[in-house]
């Protein structure tokens, strides 16, 4: 069982940044590919970014390429997402997951945080 829990959300102006973690508990975070999703208000959950359990590999979905980034500390069972350049529309819940199989449907990951809400002022 891995447990979950986000941090970083919060209000910023459009244009700004914030820094997303989220820390497993877990003696085996290393074997897990992470992700993070979101889901705005009234709509599904969708995919956001990925990282390979080295963290070599990051995947990222299309209205967030070249403004966010993901990493991760696998010595402090630790992922981020680093979001730069910010709009309205990046408003919604984010939730990080871990799954230990390469994919970018909600489906594909079996466990998830509880979510940290970002606001974005226009």
């Known amino acids: 069982q891995v447990q979950l829990v986000e941090s970083g959300g919060g209000l910023v102006q459009a244009g700004g940044s914030l820094r997303l973690s989220c820390t497993a508990s877990?003696?085996?975070?290393?074997?897990?590919?992470m992700g993070w999703f979101r889901q705005a208000p009234g709509k599904e959950r969708e995919f956001v970014a990925s990282?390979?359990?080295?963290?070599?590999?990051?995947y990222y979905a299309d209205s967030v390429q070249g403004r966010f980034t993901i990493s991760r500390d696998n010595a402090k069972n630790t992922v981020y997402l680093q979001m730069d350049s910010l709009e309205p529309e990046d408003t919604a819940v984010y939730f990080c997951?871990?799954?230990?199989?390469?994919?970018?449907?909600?489906?594909?990951?079996?466990?998830w945080g509880k979510g940290t809400l970002v606001t974005v002022s226009s």
């Open positions: 990282i390979s359990r080295g963290g070599f590999g990051q």
């Open positions: 877990t003696r085996t975070f290393s074997a897990y590919r």
């Open positions: 997951a871990a799954s230990d199989r390469v994919g970018v449907r909600v489906n594909d990951y079996d466990y």
